[in-house]
Structure formats: structure tokens, C-alpha cells
């Protein structure tokens, strides 16, 4: 390529460059109006027409040797174009974007820190041309492994250069091989190729720009591509924060939690009446045993006393009873029931209080029982018999004991008519007696069934209303488990609603943040595609 088209082709880059860095600008602006509006100086800096020499701008942090490294590579120079210098990098870019080249020393010791890893951010997005080096390898016998752990660094915290390649270099070897240059030119050539300072200032001069080149231009559009990618990463932590939404994410979980406990507990609950209704049945059984028990035993000994009239009074005794019994057992049913409604904090319904009159069956029994037993035997053969039966002993008994008398004249007369007596008295007693064995026998069982009546109807009781107390508890426990269910759906709308309320406005937002990403990423690649040039794009793609 002629001189002339070289200038031509350099211009023609110089122009692009700044359309380029326009174009850039432009979109900055769209979507970052403070970093534009700081970078908007930059535009108008140029670098000079012509110039003799060219600074190459030493940095390091700390003191990695560059003062040595400095005068090394200063001596190493002898044409004069190029000049190291020592300098800070300021804030900002402005001061960057004036660089042609820059070089980052490394220090042997250790790998890179918080502090070159500042510097390297700035030089990543000032400066077009850096070299890397890493010195003292003479005096660390781990500067390989060093080397290598900046170069993983680099290529993590600065994916711009990503690849780049760090010369070793041993500024005290470059004094050594000029010791011995007069009197071993082989072994100073030897030290002064392991001191490295030659094939570091070689890769620097392939590194200056060519002549009439706009170097500046290219630092000002690197300048906007860091820009352009802190506000890209900018986005895309926000997109994450809006991804991970934390009002969301509870929502979510809100969600999930009231539909994995919608329908929970119905199961259980029903169970548990179940298993307390069984309970009470067994329990109120008992009490029916008990009482029908305890009155029968009461009964039989009551009657073995009675005498005479108060047989037929004893019906009535036996009535008292079993209305007491059924009164109290009715009582018992209801208490058991109101504290199976209390205990579940339910209303208590007025056919589980027994407050509702009996039914037509249990009124026609009560009527039926209310009657008076016919207890008293009627006369009949047996008690013929019996009267025979008790005048012969009572004839045999006065013989016995007024035949002494009959030898006795005066007595003699009256004791035939007084055996005659006796017979009568011990027949009618006879009689009675057989009359009050037959009513006991005959009010012990007319007893026995009012009881086994009694008890019937009361565990017919029992078991009327507690299927009663049961319907209404499975009923008033669906109904209460339904209402849950119901308010259950309705908070899971609600939480839908907002969930679809607040996922749109994440989604819009997101669709916002990922058109600005990408609208900046097609000019951070327009841009990356030019300053790196087809050389570098196809050896990278290779």
C-alpha cells in the first residue's frame, strides 16, 4: 500500500471513528442522559496532527519496578520516536482518552488487586492500545503461575482483554547483560533476551498508532462502549431485582400455602365428631346400664317390704322412678350433646336440646304404662284348696292344743267351737298370705318390664338424638369447612389478581429493560467490530 493510500485509509477510519463515536453518543443519550451529558466533551478532543514523539504511559499500582522498567525501555529506544513515561490515571476519561498507548505493569509477587483492577476498568474504557508486563520474574520463581492467575483476572473482571499477553520481564538482568557486553557479547545477549525488555518494547511499537491515525477518536469510542456497557449491566441488575421480586415471590408462596391447606382438616374434623359421638353413645350406655341396674336391685327390696295396701300403692313408686330415670337420662343426653357443640364453638340446635315434644311412639308408651297393674288375685279353686288346706292345720292345731282342756267340764263346751275358730282364722290367714306371695310376684315382674321398658326407650333416646347431634354436627362442620373453602377461593382471587397485576408491570418493565439492552448491544457490537478490525474478529471467531 502506497504512502498515500495509507493516509487515505487512516482518514477514512479517523472520520468513522467519530461518526461512529456520534452514533454512540446518540444512543447513550436516549438511554443515559448524565453519562452522555459526561461524556459529551470528549467529542471534542483530537490528537495532534503531527507529533515527533510518542508518550507511552507506564501505570502500575504500587511500585512493581517501573522506575527500572522505565529507563530500561527508555534505553532500549534508540530511534527516539517513543518516550515511556510514569503517570496516574485521573478520574474520569478525559484523561484516558488522550493515551496512544498504554502500558499496565503487574507485580511478580502476587497476583492482581482491588486497586489494578480499578485501573484496568479505566484503561478498558480510555485507552485503544494497552500492553501488559509483569516484572521482578527474576526475583519470584512463581511468576508463571502469577502470570497466569492475571491473565484468569483479566479475563474476568475485563473481558476486553480477555487473551491478552503478559511479557515478563527482569529490568536487573537488562544491567547485567550491559556489564558483559565488551567482554561476553554472548551472554549479555543471552541475559538481555531473558530480561525481556526488547520483546516488550517491540509489542509496544506494534501497538502505536499509524501515522495520521485518530488515536483519540478510538479511545473516545472505547470510552462510549464502557459506558454503553455499565448502563447495559446497569439493566440488567435491575432486571434481576425485578425478576426476583420479593412481593412476588410472597405472593407466590401465599398462593401455594392457601391451596395446599384449601380443603385441609374436613377430613379430621369429621373423624373427630365421629369418634366423640361413639364416645358418648358408650358413655350414656353405661349410664342407662347403671341406672336400670341400681333401680331393679331398689325395687326388689322395696317390695319384699311392702304389706297389704301397699302393694297396690307401689305402681306408682315405680312410675316416679322411671320418669326420674328417663328425666335424668334425657338430662345427661343433653349435656353431652350442647358440649359437643360448645366444644366446637357451633350454635346448639333446639332438637339436640330435647326441647322438641316427644314423638307420637314415645307418648302412646307413656300412656300405655300409666295404667294400673292388676296385681290382687282373683278368687279361684287354689285359693279353695288353701282355705281347706289351712282349716284342716288350724282343726289339727286347736286339737293339739285344747284337747287337755276338754277333760276339764267347764271348758269341755267351749272347745269345740274354739277349734272351729282357730281352723277359720288360720285358713283366712292362709288365704292372705297366698294372695300377698302371688301380688309380689306378679308386681316384681310388672317391675322388672317397666324397667326393661325404660331402659329401652331410654337407649332409644340415646340413640335418636345423638344420630341427631351427629347429623347436625357433620352438617354444621361441612358448612363451616365450606365457608373456609369459600374464603379459601376468595383470597386466592385476590392474590391472582395482584399476582397478574404486579407479573404485567414485571413483564413491561422487563420488556422496557431488554429493548434498551438490546438496542445498546447492537451498538456496543457495531462498535467493538470496528475498533477490533476483521484481522482480530476472525482470529478470535477461530
Request: aromatic letters at 2%; hydrophobic letters at 40%; zero cysteines.
Amino acid at each position: 500500500m502506497s504512502t498515500n493510500e495509507a493516509v487515505r485509509a487512516a482518514i477514512q477510519d479517523n472520520v468513522a471513528a467519530r461518526m461512529l463515536a456520534d452514533d454512540l453518543h446518540r444512543t447513550l443519550a436516549t438511554h443515559e442522559p448524565e453519562s452522555a451529558a459526561e461524556l459529551s466533551g470528549l467529542r471534542s478532543i483530537r490528537a495532534p496532527r503531527t507529533r515527533e514523539v510518542i508518550d507511552v504511559v507506564v501505570i502500575g499500582a504500587g511500585e512493581p519496578g517501573r522506575g527500572g522498567l522505565i529507563e530500561a525501555l527508555n534505553a532500549t529506544d534508540v530511534t527516539g520516536s517513543v518516550r515511556y513515561v510514569e503517570r496516574e490515571l485521573e478520574p474520569g476519561y478525559e484523561d484516558g482518552v488522550t493515551i496512544p498507548v498504554a502500558l499496565m505493569v503487574f507485580d511478580a509477587a502476587g497476583p492482581i488487586g482491588s486497586t489494578e483492577l480499578a485501573e484496568l476498568r479505566s484503561l478498558a474504557h480510555s485507552v485503544d492500545q494497552v500492553v501488559f508486563a509483569i516484572t521482578k520474574t527474576d526475583m519470584h520463581t512463581n511468576w508463571r503461575q502469577v502470570r497466569d492467575r492475571d491473565a484468569q483476572l483479566l479475563s474476568i473482571h475485563t473481558p476486553r482483554f480477555t487473551g491478552a499477553e503478559i511479557h515478563p520481564v527482569a529490568t536487573p538482568l537488562v544491567h547485567a547483560a550491559n556489564d558483559r557486553r565488551d567482554t561476553d557479547p554472548e551472554a549479555a545477549r543471552s541475559l538481555a533476551d531473558s530480561a525481556g525488555i526488547d520483546a516488550l518494547h517491540a509489542a509496544v511499537l506494534d501497538s502505536l498508532p499509524a501515522p495520521r491515525t485518530d488515536y483519540v477518536a478510538r479511545n473516545v469510542l472505547w470510552s462510549m462502549v464502557g459506558a454503553l456497557q455499565d448502563a447495559q449491566a446497569a439493566r440488567q441488575r435491575i432486571g434481576r431485582d425485578i425478576q426476583n421480586n420479593p412481593e412476588i415471590n410472597r405472593l407466590h408462596r401465599v398462593r401455594a400455602e392457601l391451596l395446599r391447606t384449601r380443603g385441609a382438616g374436613r377430613t379430621e374434623d369429621l373423624t373427630t365428631v365421629r369418634a366423640d359421638i361413639q364416645r358418648a353413645r358408650v358413655d350414656l350406655g353405661h349410664e342407662v346400664t347403671g341406672w336400670s341396674s341400681s333401680t331393679a336391685a331398689l325395687a326388689r327390696n322395696e317390695i319384699d317390704a311392702l304389706d297389704g295396701r301397699a302393694l297396690a300403692d307401689y305402681p306408682a313408686r315405680i312410675r316416679q322412678l322411671v320418669r326420674a330415670g328417663r328425666d335424668q337420662n334425657e338430662a345427661r343426653i343433653t349435656e353431652h350433646a350442647t358440649e359437643l357443640f360448645t366444644t366446637r364453638s357451633l350454635p346448639v340446635p333446639a332438637p339436640v336440646t330435647g326441647s322438641t315434644p316427644r314423638p307420637d311412639a314415645e307418648a302412646a308408651s307413656d300412656q300405655a304404662t300409666a295404667g294400673a297393674p292388676d296385681i290382687m288375685p282373683r278368687r279361684g279353686p287354689e285359693d279353695y284348696v288353701i282355705a281347706v288346706l289351712g282349716a284342716s292345720a288350724g282343726l289339727g292345731l286347736g286339737r293339739l292344743f285344747l284337747g287337755p282342756l276338754a277333760l276339764m267340764p267347764v271348758i269341755d263346751m267351749i272347745a269345740i267351737p274354739l277349734t272351729l275358730l282357730l281352723g277359720v282364722v288360720v285358713a283366712l290367714w292362709m288365704l292372705r298370705v297366698r294372695r300377698q306371695v302371688v301380688a309380689r310376684g306378679r308386681l316384681r315382674e310388672w317391675t322388672a318390664t317397666q324397667i326393661s321398658q325404660a331402659r329401652a326407650l331410654m337407649e332409644r333416646e340415646v340413640a335418636n338424638r345423638l344420630v341427631t347431634a351427629e347429623q347436625h354436627l357433620v352438617t354444621a362442620t361441612n358448612e363451616t369447612h365450606d365457608r373456609r373453602i369459600a374464603g379459601t377461593d376468595e383470597n386466592i382471587a385476590d392474590h391472582e389478581a395482584s399476582l397478574r397485576m404486579l407479573t404485567a408491570r414485571r413483564d413491561d418493565r422487563l420488556a422496557e429493560l431488554t429493548g434498551e439492552i438490546n438496542d445498546m448491544n447492537r451498538a456496543i457490537d457495531r462498535a467493538v467490530a470496528f475498533l477490533r478490525g476483521p484481522d482480530e474478529q476472525a482470529e478470535q471467531a477461530g
